[in-house]
């Protein structure tokens, strides 16, 4: 069975930096695209960074410049940094993973929380 752990979410000031981590476990045969949602309250869950296996990127216009997405592809995990922060990055932090055991599916992490405030 497929696990992914996040952890490193917490309350930071504006201006501040906190970096996530993700890792997956379980009967695992490759792990594809990675990546990382937010949701706040009252809004729709959106896509903030994702990157390939081979190290592609992209970002939400929002956080271009101020996040960077990374993974070790030997410890199946992936790292969200975070500099910058603003009351608006408040939400919860989720990992998404394309994970190939038996079969191709998505898997999502538990979420962390993300609080930017003074």
């Known amino acids: 069975q497929v696990q992914l752990v996040e952890s490193g979410g917490g309350l930071v000031q504006p201006g501040g930096s906190l970096r996530l981590s993700c890792a997956a476990s379980?009967?695992?045969?490759?792990?594809?695209?990675m990546a990382w949602y937010r949701q706040a309250p009252g809004k729709q869950r959106e896509s903030v960074a994702t990157i390939t296996y081979g190290g592609s990127t992209n970002y939400a216009d929002s956080v271009k410049g101020r996040f960077t997405i990374s993974r070790d592809n030997a410890k199946n995990t992936v790292y969200l940094q975070m500099n910058s922060l603003k009351p608006e990055d408040t939400a919860i932090y989720y990992c998404y993973a394309d994970i190939q055991t038996l079969t191709l599916y998505g898997y999502w992490g538990q979420g962390t929380q993300v609080t930017v405030s003074s």
């Open positions: 379980g009967s695992i045969f490759s792990i594809y695209t």
